[in-house]
Structure formats: structure tokens, C-alpha cells
């Protein structure tokens, strides 16, 4: 986490400091149009909140590279949950991700008898391969940008997994995603679909004594550009419900994006997680700000 | 018989042929007519003139010409009463090597000018839209 926080501060000093800057090898070319490189979703990929797109993360050209740390959280009524990472986009073709992320459940903790404010944590390690497309020149076709991607998660709980009925607490999620820019119309839409055994993204493990197996879940966000600067939209995101301990519900937010520049962007939202473990309603404030270049 | 279906042939050819006259123009018409496009080529030019990524491109280009052609080819591009007969996009970029980062450039002063003329987003995508796939003429590196 200190890590994070550090690699956060390195790559803000520099791309602030136009000294810094100048010293950057001209294969970061920064030459994206801006807002095109997305944010950083909850699991490290380039997308929006919830949902993996298509695009490639960071400002890199297909003749450049890109790349970015990020600090995401997300404060629900009864829990915490934290996620920092750095993703390249390599060449507008290839994105390499990692997040770590922290789930704390504060009071759940107690209740459940694990301690107050017992923390789940998983290593997530995402790639993502551009297969065709390009979501914003295309505009002549509906042929949308398509991605494939993986994200292979390690959580750090197995006991208690296990406990809750959780068959593993590695697993690895794969996804196809499309993006298209309807630029006339100031819209940006995706569609994903994601094979996954993740319980709450594998905050609670993967595949379960309800359902063990991989199931085909779906993302898909709106985004409409106000201005180069300001996106607002709409993500839904279903999940398996893979635990009898509890149902499992679908996790949808409302969100505001704003681009300061190439170098950094905020973005804060309203999200729904559904109801997680033994608390229903958990719906509270995102906030995740990414810098890069 | 015979007169009445000739009649419907000449009716639906009236009308086919009719059409590139009724073509929509609300975009022309909207970026400020033949007026309007001027003026922002004109203060897009000035911004790439001043562009380090791009300014090079245009050592040896007799500018008002270039800006003319440019009005003439965003005109008809917005629907407006303009041809363009110069070369297609790909011949005139021919051996520039342009890439992405070119092209974004030039989109970049192109939205900044917009602005200046105080031409709203939602209209500046609506053209940028139309340009957009010239990318795959123009950017050849």
C-alpha cells in the first residue's frame, strides 16, 4: 500500500514538473485525444468504475506507450474498500494491470466474530489484448473496438473463505469487451461480458457451495461528454451469486468523470454494491482519482 | 398503363436526384455557415502554426490556400453548399508519414479554435464525427 502510495507520488511529481517531463522518452507520447484512455475500473483494468472496456489505459498511441497509478474507494454504510494499482497500455494493442485491494468490514467484522475491521485483501494482475476496432475513429461504421481480457486474483482470506462456504480463494476472470464512441452524438457506450467465479469481485473468494462453477455476467456503462474535460453516465455490472450464506446482488453506479488533463483525472460516483454478506443496501460514495501519462 | 408506370419511374428518379439538394445542413448551418467555418479555420491555422508537434508540417505550404481548401472541405463535409475538387485526403497526405499523435494534434487546436468561436461541444463532435475515419487516409505511420 505504501508502495502504491509512493509510485503515486513519483509519477505526480512527474508529470507536474514540466522539467521532469521534458525528460520523458518521446515513446510516452501523451497522444491520445483526451478522456480516450477511460479511468481506472475497481479491478485495475482501463474502463470506467465497475466495468472493463475496450480501450487501452493510458495516452499511448499505437506508436507510444502509456501508463498510470490510480487510488480508488469506495465508502459503503457498512464496509470499506480500498484499491490502488498502475496499469501500461503498450503501443494502443496491449494493457498490463495490477490493483491491490483492501476490503475492510469494519462492525461486520465483530458481528461475523472475525474482529473489528478484518480486511480481505486480494493482488489482482489484469491483461488486456485489443483484438479490433477502434472505438474513436471508426465513425463511419458500427463496428465497435473489441477486447479480450483476463484478471487473475489472489485472495489472502482462504480460511474464512472456506468458512463461508467459498470454494478457492484464487480464480481468474476472463471478458470480451466492446466500446464504440458515438461521437456525434457525444456518447460513449461498452458492453462486456465476463466469465467469472468471483464472489464480490473475489473479495469472498471464487465459486461456492450454491454454485461452484464459472457463469457469464455482464457490464455495461454510458458515458456522455458534457465537455473535453467532463464525462457523466451510468454502469450496471452483474454478479453470480455463488454463496448460500447470502444472495448476491448486481452492482450498478451513476458517475461524474472529470479530466483536468492528460495527467490526471477524478472521477466520483454514487454506487450500489447490492447487498454484501449480512448488511443489504450497500450503496455509498466512489471516489478514484488517476495520474499518468 | 405503360404512361402511368414511366410517370412513377421519372417521379422516384425526380426525387433520388432531388435528393443531394435536400441533403440535411443543420451541421453548416449550425458551425455558423460558410461565416463561421472561416473563422475558426482561421484561428485553427494560427494554432497549429504554433504547435510544436505539428508546426513543421507546414514549412512549405502556401497557408491561405491550404486554409481556403480547408473551409471548402469542412463546408461540404457539414452538408454546406461547397464542392471540394482538390485530391482526396490520402493522396494529399501522401509521403507525410502523419501518425495518431499528428492527427490528435490536429484535432486538438481544431476543438480549442471551436471553442474560441464559442461553437458548442455537442457541435464540434457532430464535424469531428465526419472527419474521424479520415484518420484511416491520413495517418499512415
Same mark, same amino acid.
Given at each position: 500500500?505504501?508502495?502504491?502510495?509512493? #509510485?503515486?507520488?513519483?509519477?505526480?511529481?512527474?508529470?507536474?514538473? !514540466?522539467?521532469?517531463?521534458?525528460?520523458? !522518452?518521446?515513446?510516452?507520447?501523451?497522444?491520445?485525444?483526451?478522456?480516450?484512455?477511460?479511468?481506472?475500473?475497481?479491478? #485495475?483494468?482501463?474502463?470506467?468504475? *465497475?466495468? +472493463?472496456?475496450? *480501450?487501452?489505459? /493510458?495516452?499511448?498511441?499505437?506508436?507510444?506507450?502509456?501508463?498510470?497509478?490510480?487510488? @480508488?474507494?469506495?465508502?459503503? !454504510?457498512?464496509?470499506?474498500?480500498?484499491?490502488? /494499482?498502475?496499469?501500461?497500455?503498450?503501443?494502443?494493442?496491449?494493457?498490463?494491470?495490477?490493483?491491490?485491494?483492501?476490503?475492510?468490514?469494519?462492525?461486520?467484522?465483530?458481528? =461475523?466474530?472475525?474482529?473489528? /475491521?478484518?480486511?480481505?485483501?486480494? $493482488?489482482?494482475?489484469?491483461?488486456?489484448?485489443?483484438?479490433?476496432? %477502434? &472505438?474513436?475513429?471508426?465513425?463511419?461504421?458500427?463496428? !465497435?473496438?473489441?477486447?479480450?481480457?483476463?484478471?487473475?486474483?489472489?485472495?489472502?482470506?482462504?480460511?474464512?473463505?472456506?468458512?463461508? #462456504?467459498?470454494?478457492?480463494?484464487?480464480?481468474?476472470?476472463?471478458?470480451?469487451?466492446?466500446?464504440?464512441?458515438?461521437? &456525434?452524438?457525444?456518447?460513449?457506450?461498452?458492453? @462486456?461480458?465476463?466469465?467469472?467465479?468471483? %464472489?464480490?469481485?473475489?473479495?469472498? #473468494?471464487?465459486?461456492?457451495?450454491?454454485? /461452484?462453477?464459472?457463469? @457469464?455476467?455482464?457490464?455495461?456503462? &454510458?458515458?456522455?461528454?458534457?465537455?473535453?474535460?467532463?464525462?457523466?453516465?451510468?454502469?450496471?455490472? @452483474?454478479?453470480?451469486?455463488?454463496?448460500?450464506? &447470502?444472495?448476491?446482488?448486481?452492482?450498478?453506479?451513476?458517475?461524474?468523470?472529470?479530466?483536468? $488533463?492528460? %495527467? *490526471?483525472?477524478?472521477?466520483?460516483?454514487?454506487?450500489?454494491?447490492?447487498?454484501?454478506?449480512?448488511? $443489504? $443496501?450497500?450503496?455509498?460514495?466512489?471516489? +478514484?482519482?488517476?495520474?499518468? =501519462? | 398503363?405503360?404512361?402511368?408506370?414511366?410517370?412513377?419511374?421519372?417521379?422516384?428518379?425526380?426525387?433520388?436526384?432531388?435528393?443531394?439538394?435536400?441533403?440535411?445542413?443543420?451541421?453548416?448551418?449550425?458551425?455558423?455557415?460558410?461565416?463561421?467555418?472561416?473563422?475558426?479555420?482561421?484561428?485553427?491555422?494560427?494554432?497549429?502554426?504554433?504547435?510544436?508537434?505539428?508546426?513543421?508540417?507546414?514549412?512549405?505550404?502556401?497557408?491561405?490556400?491550404?486554409?481556403?481548401?480547408?473551409?471548402?472541405?469542412?463546408?461540404?463535409?457539414?452538408?454546406?453548399?461547397?464542392?471540394?475538387?482538390?485530391?482526396?485526403?490520402?493522396?494529399?497526405?501522401?509521403?507525410?508519414?502523419?501518425?495518431?499523435?499528428?492527427?490528435?494534434?490536429?484535432?486538438?487546436?481544431?476543438?480549442?479554435?471551436?471553442?474560441?468561436?464559442?461553437?458548442?461541444?455537442?457541435?464540434?463532435?457532430?464535424?469531428?464525427?465526419?472527419?474521424?475515419?479520415?484518420?484511416?487516409?491520413?495517418?499512415?505511420?
Amino acid at each position: 500500500m505504501r508502495l502504491v502510495l509512493l #509510485g503515486l507520488a513519483v509519477v505526480a511529481g512527474a508529470v507536474s514538473s !514540466p522539467a521532469m517531463a521534458g525528460e520523458l !522518452p518521446d515513446i510516452f507520447d501523451s497522444g491520445k485525444l483526451l478522456a480516450t484512455s477511460g479511468v481506472s475500473q475497481l479491478e #485495475g483494468a482501463g474502463g470506467g468504475g *465497475l466495468a +472493463s472496456w475496450a *480501450l487501452i489505459t /493510458g495516452y499511448g498511441t499505437r506508436n507510444g506507450v502509456g501508463a498510470n497509478v490510480h487510488y @480508488t474507494g469506495v465508502a459503503l !454504510p457498512d464496509y470499506r474498500l480500498d484499491s490502488m /494499482g498502475a496499469a501500461v497500455g503498450l503501443f494502443d494493442r496491449v494493457e498490463l494491470s495490477y490493483a491491490w485491494q483492501g476490503f475492510d468490514t469494519q462492525g461486520v467484522g465483530a458481528a =461475523l466474530g472475525l474482529g473489528k /475491521g478484518y480486511t480481505f485483501h486480494q $493482488n489482482i494482475f489484469g491483461a488486456k489484448l485489443k483484438l479490433i476496432g %477502434n &472505438a474513436v475513429y471508426d465513425q463511419d461504421t458500427w463496428l !465497435p473496438q473489441l477486447s479480450i481480457g483476463l484478471q487473475h486474483k489472489e485472495n489472502d482470506r482462504g480460511a474464512i473463505i472456506a468458512a463461508v #462456504g467459498g470454494k478457492g480463494a484464487v480464480g481468474t476472470d476472463f471478458y470480451l469487451a466492446a466500446s464504440k464512441l458515438f461521437l &456525434a452524438q457525444s456518447l460513449l457506450v461498452n458492453a @462486456t461480458v465476463r466469465e467469472t467465479r468471483a %464472489n464480490q469481485l473475489g473479495i469472498l #473468494g471464487f465459486g461456492g457451495d450454491r454454485h /461452484g462453477d464459472y457463469s @457469464t455476467q455482464f457490464e455495461g456503462s &454510458a458515458a456522455y461528454l458534457i465537455s473535453r474535460n467532463f464525462a457523466v453516465g451510468a454502469e450496471l455490472r @452483474t454478479k453470480p451469486s455463488n454463496l448460500k450464506i &447470502a444472495h448476491e446482488g448486481d452492482a450498478w453506479d451513476l458517475f461524474a468523470a472529470w479530466f483536468v $488533463n492528460k %495527467n *490526471l483525472s477524478v472521477t466520483l460516483a454514487y454506487a450500489d454494491m447490492g447487498n454484501i454478506v449480512i448488511r $443489504n $443496501n450497500q450503496h455509498g460514495a466512489y471516489l +478514484s482519482v488517476q495520474t499518468g =501519462l | 398503363m405503360m404512361k402511368k408506370a414511366t410517370m412513377t419511374v421519372l417521379a422516384a428518379a425526380c426525387l433520388f436526384f432531388a435528393a443531394p439538394a435536400l441533403a440535411d445542413d443543420s451541421l453548416y448551418r449550425d458551425l455558423g455557415g460558410l461565416d463561421g467555418i472561416k473563422k475558426f479555420v482561421d484561428v485553427e491555422m494560427a494554432y497549429h502554426l504554433e504547435n510544436p508537434r505539428i508546426m513543421h508540417q507546414f514549412d512549405e505550404t502556401n497557408i491561405d490556400r491550404l486554409k481556403e481548401q480547408l473551409v471548402i472541405f469542412f463546408c461540404q463535409t457539414a452538408g454546406g453548399p461547397c464542392k471540394y475538387t482538390n485530391h482526396d485526403m490520402k493522396v494529399v497526405h501522401q509521403g507525410m508519414h502523419l501518425t495518431n499523435v499528428d492527427f490528435n494534434a490536429l484535432v486538438e487546436d481544431m476543438q480549442k479554435a471551436m471553442d474560441d468561436q464559442a461553437i458548442p461541444f455537442s457541435v464540434q463532435n457532430r464535424l469531428l464525427a465526419r472527419l474521424a475515419p479520415y484518420q484511416h487516409q491520413v495517418v499512415t505511420k
